[in-house]
């Protein structure tokens, strides 16, 4: 394929627009919103939730029939016009919301029941602290008549059911006029409602429906065994403990080796100009394979021991010189160590630049900047002089489209990066299809892959994608549907991507497509970190349980699994912080998700003058007057959903701001307000009733949270991680019922007792207390806890004495808190199906032994200057431990014999062991044993005998980042 026509190729400005996608025809677009549409809310009116709704509430009758009535929808055809498209959106997200205003009474129901527990003699405790106004008859009315109103709303908008069931003929009238008052005086209905009117609350438009998927077991092919997160490694040399997820596989890559040769062989050779840093480009088309080549190129043997340092920095579309610096600092410190978390002042910004220079003077480095967009030649030019402290020799590497970025920045003639062969290009449609193995199964689909592959025109992109789209699937017709789309026939030029995106999008299940439409509320090029959209996913309904005993959270990862493998997204990130795993979304899948939300999201940035009106999700950018005034452009978007503040740096610094979103955006399930820096929360935090989802992370100013935080029954995410002047936890923090996943950092000594009565939790974290001296032994009753972590808590000597009550931990994460002893550790033995277990940070690891890790898969013992050899307690996971990572224990002298016994350990790391001498003869000769990794550890000598050499049966072995075997 011809590359050079399809490059971008622009003048001036760095402000790229996205591609826009092949135009839909009408009718179809509509029906493919509408069935996406009634999918989600047919999944969510038979979710569990619901399921509890109808039967506590007594409205079967109702629900049923709306069930029933929308599932009809699914078997016709749609020709409405966009009008009555819309109108029947809105009428389901309105359904949506009377659902959620059930949940929401039967939740604080609970609550008022379990306060009250006991005191029922007490006749001002009759009514819970929720209920005075309202009992539960005069609910149930409302309710009643909100839903059979929904449903003659629905039949006069549409015929969509006439087929199959006549419109309903629903009375309501007796409803206005029974039962206005109830025993306890409360008005139900202030006055005679009409058939045209509509009982609710407020004017509900699109986007507020909950994308529900009833998702079973039996739908996740290939997925991973979780909820135990993953694996822990650790990578950075500082203090730092990291994190890997497991379902990171190594990816198939085909057709490059000699691309790879010509780089390698680019950078080694001295450049005839004698310039003291050149830089080579690698151009081509999106999807192409740029950062993949570069990534070869980074990671190849001949490289790593040419420099002296390799870095590696992936650049979004804003060419933010701070930002960069910053990020090669980190990026050189994976290995050096001596981060620096820079501020905003003048001074700040000197100090991170003499930083840089002091890290890069006079080495030999590589430094690869991935996807550059920017043409501003004054910013290269900074960036330039800041860089040119190396060593003669240095070389910096770019990936781009665009031949302009290539013309300014390069030194070296540039690297046009080619199409794949035909050959190659089925290569990697059959890896993602499933094909290994199967031959004789899939041999009848093979010539249709040919000819799918032959729209590939190359671009391995697209045949990730295709393949992806089919994976598991063995019917020809699916396969001929893909080959025969009528996408491939756009008239659009040069859109070869865009057409297999959205065929690869079309065979998503509907549960998928939302999720990878929400997607777009993520900045373009931008990092997203795993945990985190898994918890936006749950907040906004997107991940939803039919069973019980299904944990969202696991869900959740499925859902990404199934995306991930799909290619829709790229390069999970090792070595990042603790349960902070972060994954790419290339651009163009970006621009997908951005056509699939439609007008549903919008990023807000300083340019922003208007927002449509059917806008619900709204993040920020770049908006630089956040801390001064709300955006005048968003002040009568009433029906939000979701506010999130996501870029780097960017929060708010005025209460005024806080207030104003909540006075205005009473319906909001998501608020993400991290990185922000104002002092107080507002009470009316507590009127948010619908939110599911707040972050206040990294604000180090505030200093108490209001009462009224504990009034959000709804509310499952509460993220206060390096609140630093955080006092403590609202007192009746125990009231927030459906919270699952909270991340705390407070000034408190001891943790409130009231934790306890948080009987939803999944996961605990809690960092950075630097006062905490005791964990609460109301920590306890937390029986459906899977994940707890303690970071950096340099006072905490002892962990509860009731640990073993804790049932259902998977993961134990106890880091850097040097005065912790875990000699007492027999109270462990209560948890017995312990996967994941990271100690670091401690003076010593003195413990009795225990016989109860017998589940444990993955174990990190880090950062322990005084450990002399492994614990004996590690025996008891010899038929399960995978992974083991041994680093920063200067005084261990061997590793332990016992070690051969461990039939299943996949992977070994050992780093920075300065007195390690030697590894058991029998390690090399484990059956499962796939890696192992040796960096820094001078006295260690792998290969000391013939014989060891000649039984090795390990398939990869590095020595300092090199592959010796």
Not at 451 to 459: S, Y
Not at 797 to 802: D, T
Request: hydrophobic share 40%.
């Amino acid at each position: 394929m011809d590359i050079e026509p399809l490059l971008i190729r622009r003048s001036s400005s760095s402000n790229m627009e996205p591609f826009s996608y092949p135009s839909r025809n009408n009718d179809e677009k509509r029906k493919m919103q509408m069935d996406l549409i009634v999918h989600t809310f047919v999944v969510r009116l038979s979710s569990l939730h619901v399921f509890n709704i109808k039967v506590k509430l007594n409205l079967e009758n109702e629900i049923d029939k709306l069930q029933s009535y929308v599932k009809s929808m699914k078997h016709e055809g749609v020709s409405e016009s966009e009008d009555v498209l819309q109108m029947l959106k809105d009428a389901l997200y309105d359904g949506d919301n009377i659902l959620d205003e059930c949940q929401i009474y039967s939740l604080r129901s609970q609550l008022s029941a379990t306060t009250t527990a006991g005191k029922h003699k007490n006749p001002l405790l009759k009514v819970g602290e929720f209920f005075s106004r309202i009992n539960r008859v005069a609910f149930w009315f409302r309710m009643k008549y909100k839903l059979n109103m929904l449903i003659k709303r629905i039949n006069k908008i549409s015929p969509y059911s006439s087929a199959m069931f006549p419109p309903f003929d629903i009375d309501v009238n007796p409803l206005k006029n029974t039962y206005a008052q109830c025993g306890s005086g409360v008005v139900l209905f202030d006055h005679a409602y009409t058939d045209s009117e509509v009982l609710f609350d407020h004017a509900y438009t699109d986007s507020e429906v909950l994308f529900d998927h009833a998702y079973t077991d039996s739908e996740v092919v290939s997925c991973a065994a979780l909820p135990q997160f993953g694996t822990y490694v650790n990578s950075y040399w500082d203090r730092e403990i990291t994190y890997s997820c497991t379902f990171v596989r190594d990816g198939e890559v085909v057709g490059r080796e000699v691309d790879k040769d010509r780089v390698v062989k680019g950078l080694i050779n001295e450049p005839e100009s004698g310039e003291r840093i050149s830089c080579l480009p690698i151009v081509g088309v999106g999807g192409i394979g740029k950062t993949t080549l570069a990534r070869m190129v980074y990671n190849d043997d001949r490289i790593i021991k040419h420099f002296q340092l390799r870095m590696w920095v992936g650049l979004s579309r804003e060419f933010n010189l701070n930002n960069i610096i910053e990020r090669i600092i980190e990026s050189a410190s994976t290995r050096n160590g001596n981060y620096l978390t820079a501020g905003g002042s003048n001074e700040e910004m000197a100090e991170l630049q003499n930083v840089l220079r002091g890290i890069l003077h006079e080495k030999k480095y590589l430094l690869i900047l991935d996807n550059v967009w920017s043409e501003d030649v004054r910013k290269w030019n900074e960036l330039r002089c800041l860089l040119d402290v190396g060593a003669s020799g240095s070389k910096i590497v770019v990936t781009t489209r665009i031949e302009e970025v290539a013309a300014m920045m390069g030194t070296i003639p540039v690297h046009y990066v080619k199409g794949l062969s035909n050959e190659d290009c089925l290569s990697l449609f059959l890896s993602k299809a499933v094909w290994q193995g199967e031959s004789g199964v899939y041999a009848d689909l093979l010539s249709i892959a040919s000819e799918i592959v032959q729209k590939c025109e190359g671009v391995p992109l697209i045949a990730l994608i295709l393949g992806g789209s089919l994976h598991l699937k063995t019917d020809e017709h699916t396969w001929e549907r893909v080959r025969d789309h009528t996408l491939w026939n756009s008239s659009q030029q040069n859109d070869i991507i865009l057409p297999a995106f959205r065929v690869s999008y079309e065979q998503l299940p509907s549960h998928l497509k939302v999720c990878l439409a929400y997607c777009s509320m993520f900045l373009k090029d931008n990092g997203i970190e795993i945990d985190k959209l898994i918890q936006l996913w749950m907040a906004e309904g997107l991940i939803h349980s039919s069973a019980e005993g299904q944990e969202p959270e696991v869900i959740g990862i499925k859902y990404f699994d199934e995306l991930w493998k799909r290619s829709f997204f790229l390069d999970i990130e090792e070595n990042r912080p603790l349960i902070n795993s972060v994954c790419r979304m290339h651009d163009l899948v970006h621009d997908l998700a951005l056509s699939v939300a439609e007008t549903d999201i919008f990023v807000i940035s300083s340019h922003t003058q208007t927002i449509s009106s059917e806008v619900r999700h709204v993040a920020f950018a770049d908006y630089n007057q956040l801390g001064k005034e709300f955006p005048k452009s968003l002040i009568d978007h009433h029906m939000l959903r979701t506010i999130y503040f996501q870029a780097d740096g960017l929060g708010l610094t005025s209460s005024s701001f806080v207030e104003t979103c909540i006075s205005r955006f009473s319906h909001l399930w998501v608020l993400d307000l991290s990185g922000s820096s104002f002092e107080v929360l507002p009470s009316s935090i507590g009127e948010l009733k619908h939110l599911r989802y707040f972050d206040l992370s990294g604000n180090s100013n505030i200093i108490f949270l209001p009462d009224s935080l504990c009034s959000l029954q709804s509310l499952q995410t509460l993220r206060l991680a390096h609140c630093t002047n955080l006092n403590g936890l609202p007192k009746d923090i125990g009231k927030l019922i459906s919270l699952r996943q909270l991340h705390v950092t407070i000034k408190q000594q001891s943790f409130p007792v009231e934790i306890g009565h948080l009987s939803s939790l999944n996961s605990l974290s809690i960092s950075c207390c630097q006062n905490l001296v005791s964990l609460s032994e109301g920590l306890q009753y937390l029986t459906d806890l899977r994940t707890l972590a303690i970071v950096g808590c340099p006072k905490l000597s002892f962990l509860p004495s009731r640990m073993k009550s804790l049932t259902a931990l998977e993961n134990l994460l106890i880091i850097d808190c040097e005065e912790m002893s875990l000699f007492e550790w027999q109270d462990i033995e209560g948890l017995k199906i312990l996967r994941s277990l990271v100690i670091g940070g401690l003076d010593e690891l003195e413990a009795k032994d225990i016989q109860s890790l017998e589940s444990l898969r993955s174990l990190v013992i880090a950062g322990l200057p005084q450990l002399v050899e492994l614990p004996h307690w590690l025996r008891g996971a010899s038929n399960t431990l995978q992974y083991l990572q041994i680093a920063r224990c200067q005084s261990l002298m061997a590793m332990p014999k016992f070690l051969e016994d461990f039939t299943t350990l996949e992977k070994i790391e050992i780093i920075e062991c300065l007195k390690l001498s030697s590894l058991p003869d029998g390690i090399f000769s484990l059956a499962e044993l796939k890696m192992l990794k040796i960096d820094d550890c001078p006295g260690l000598k792998i290969f000391e005998s013939k014989s060891r050499a000649s039984n090795i049966q390990v398939k990869e072995i590095y020595v300092d980042g090199i592959l010796i075997q």
